[in-house]
């Protein structure tokens, strides 16, 4: 009884000091426009993004139970989306992020009736389809720059750098802090015990009268509108946008590295899978494709070595919630089987492109 006690005020004090640390790390990103470069700034705001993508991805997957290489589609619609909405209508980029992030959601109805149909690794395919099919459409459509992109630059005319890189900066962390929030609330509520019920157990959770159907749909359409929403400020920030760089499956890639080196089904996994996968990029990332094999190497490893990955290694919880997510089992299915759709879509394109993954682009 003594030693539970011990346990729970130290679970308690790491849950504070956690939270106590990430209140003085956002604090000193607000402030970063005094006292940081601008490259540094662009690169805590690359940060923040990911950082969302990561917990996006990982409420689809590590949560939702539903395994997709393929969300570099919202990415894609979410970046396309500054076009009719910054471009011809003169919207602010940055008031058009979350106005491109309800065009995803719109646009994730109707590919959530199609994808829906499908189950397990015909999903996660199905996913990365749905992504090329978008691909080849922006390809063939003159309007939006075909296959050479447009760039994005005209709707920043007028705007002074410092407040340009500033509100990127400001936008990204509340993007980055929002998705951590946004997901831990959202465990902390009916639906989100639902939302675990539905992954650990499908079957017995509808005999127990929850909404498959409906959880599916609300976790999906939700990730969709994250997804759209960082890839609207990812291509403000490069700038310039291609079917390319926007539908690319490299960035499936990127939140699949940093949720299962962080640790599926856990909302601190991603935020240390993240800062691993910065550091590694920032060590390696002139090594070309030998940078992209050591981070594949690097997963095995974790994967093999730690199943709930480096930070559920740790056997701490900074955002406790009412249940913990996922076992070790359920969270090795997952990553099973998104290990499995990544290798064969990244063996289709491997052909077409040897370059490192657009979020690691100075710009195009």
Request: one cysteine or more; glycine letters at 12%.
């Amino acid at each position: 009884m003594t030693t539970m006690m011990n346990k729970t005020h130290l679970a308690r004090h790491i849950a504070v000091a956690g939270a106590i640390a990430a209140v003085l790390c956002c604090a000193a990103a607000l402030a970063m426009p005094w006292w940081a470069e601008r490259a540094t700034q662009h690169l805590a705001a690359e940060f923040f993004c990911i950082l969302a993508l990561a917990q996006m991805w990982n409420l689809l997957v590590g949560y939702g139970g539903m395994v997709s290489v393929g969300q570099q589609l919202y990415i894609g619609i979410g970046a396309y989306s500054l076009v009719p909405l910054a471009l011809w209508m003169g919207i602010n980029p940055f008031f058009a992020a979350p106005l491109a992030g309800l065009v995803g959601a719109l646009f994730a109805l109707p590919c959530g009736v199609l994808l829906f149909r499908l189950r397990g690794a015909h999903f996660a395919v199905g996913t990365w389809v749905l992504a090329e099919v978008f691909r080849l459409l922006t390809v063939n459509t003159m309007s939006l720059g075909g296959g050479s992109g447009l760039s994005v630059l005209p709707a920043m005319k007028g705007m002074p750098v410092w407040w340009r890189e500033s509100l990127t900066l400001w936008t990204a962390l509340a993007l980055g802090v929002g998705a951590c929030l946004g997901v831990w609330l959202l465990l902390r509520s009916r639906l989100g015990l639902a939302l675990t019920a539905v992954r650990d157990n499908e079957g017995a959770a509808e005999s127990l009268g929850v909404g498959i159907g409906r959880i599916k749909w609300i976790v999906y359409v939700a990730a969709a509108a994250g997804c759209a929403t960082c890839g609207a400020l990812l291509f403000t920030m490069k700038m310039r946008i291609s079917p390319e760089a926007a539908y690319a499956v490299d960035w499936s890639a990127m939140m699949f590295f940093a949720v299962v080196i962080g640790g599926i089904g856990s909302i601190e996994g991603p935020i240390l899978g993240v800062l691993v996968y910065f550091l590694v990029r920032q060590w390696l990332g002139d090594w070309g494709a030998w940078y992209q094999m050591v981070l594949g190497l690097l997963t095995i490893v974790v994967m093999l070595r730690y199943p709930k990955g480096m930070f559920g290694a740790l056997g701490i919880q900074l955002f406790p919630t009412r249940r913990r997510p996922g076992g070790a089992d359920n969270g090795r299915a997952a990553i099973d089987a998104a290990t499995v759709a990544i290798a064969t879509t990244a063996a289709s394109t491997a052909t077409t492109s040897n370059n490192m993954p657009p979020a690691m682009a100075a710009g195009e």
